[in-house]
């Protein structure tokens, strides 16, 4: 992307700092809103685009740029919502939310690596568990925008309803539905504290191939959903039910590479488990508990989602 920093006048942009300023809480939006931080970034850098062609006339003439940078955001991301869910139709297997990898272990993802960005860097909060990132998914695309934009950044129905082109009464039944999906979906309650010793305990039984302790580690209805997008090897339907769970993953204990290690790490804020081979991460695992068991497991191997994961 190129920016117009020294107009046709020859004087710098006095609003260039304040435009470019908004980048994080747009990669914040649109991360949410999408699942995928590459389509966020994307999303992102045509909002930028639209915003750099117009003249410093049309520029000057915008009242606010931070919500109008919102706003086109916003559309972008509808738009790209409505062609994902018929690109997902075709997609090999299960579809999971593209993991984040706590601070320490944050890589860019670009070719040649290089240092991080810290607008890059989405604040890691509730609203990004995969656990609220899954439920997300259920929502039509309409429903999810109206949702975050008014429940998770506090916009309001009439600014909600210039993006979603709908009433802002319509807004409010929008967000009304994706909070009833929410509520639903019963997201996990459970402390980090509680839930990291939890995730621990699981890698213990695990690697020690301990049936007995994976089922009672496991909620009896846990489904465990692997994402390999066509590009890694896994299980391509939901494992549903705690002890078909430990079984599977026991002999995935006894199938695992000599060199393959596993180790804990956070993945969307929560507790969560990596597994590196040769030192290059090729499995994430994320975990929801409720009542210090685990009700559901994500596994990411699709390489594609993986580019963030420091090596090593």
């Known amino acids: 992307m190129t920016t117009r920093s020294e107009p046709e006048n ?40 639209r915003w750099y062609v117009m003249s410093r006339q049309e520029q000057d003439a915008i009242e606010s740029p ?56 989405v604040t890691l909060d509730e609203s990004v568990s995969l656990a609220f990132l899954v439920v997300l998914e259920s929502m039509t695309p309409a429903e999810r925008v109206a949702f975050i934009l008014h429940d998770v950044f506090c916009h309001s129905f009439a600014e909600v309803a210039e993006i979603v082109g709908r009433t802002p009464a319509a807004c409010r039944q929008l967000a009304s539905s994706g909070r009833r999906r929410v509520r639903a979906a019963r997201p996990s309650t459970t402390a980090a504290g509680s839930c990291a010793g939890v995730v621990s305990a699981f890698k213990e039984a695990w690697e020690a191939k301990d049936i007995e302790a994976l089922i009672g ?28 769970i ?36 090729v499995t994430v695992f994320g975990f929801e508990v409720a009542d210090d068991r685990i009700r559901h497991i994500w596994v990411v191997r699709n390489p594609e989602k993986l580019r963030r994961w420091a090596t090593g």
């Open 66 to 121: 931070g919500a109008w940078l919102t706003t086109v955001a916003g559309r972008v991301c509808l738009n790209v919502l409505g062609s994902a869910r018929v690109r997902r139709e075709t997609y090999v297997g299960e579809w999971l939310p593209e993991p984040l990898p706590g601070r320490s272990e944050w890589i860019s993802g670009r070719p040649g690596g290089g240092s991080v960005d810290p607008a890059d860097r």
């Open 217 to 244: 580690l496991l909620d009896p209805d846990a489904t465990a959903i692997a994402d390999g997008g066509g590009l890694a090897r896994t299980f391509l339907h939901p494992i549903e039910g705690g002890e078909r």
């Open 10 to 49: 020859g004087r710098p942009d006095p609003g260039l700092d304040a435009v470019m300023s908004e980048r994080r809480h747009l990669i914040n939006l649109a991360y949410r809103l999408l699942g995928s931080l590459t389509e966020a970034e994307d999303a992102v850098q045509e909002t930028y685009t």
């Open 246 to 281: 430990a079984h599977a993953w026991a002999e995935l204990a006894r199938r695992r590479p000599a060199d393959m290690t596993l180790l804990e790490r956070t993945v969307n804020g929560r507790p969560g488990l990596v597994a590196q081979q040769d030192g290059v991460t």
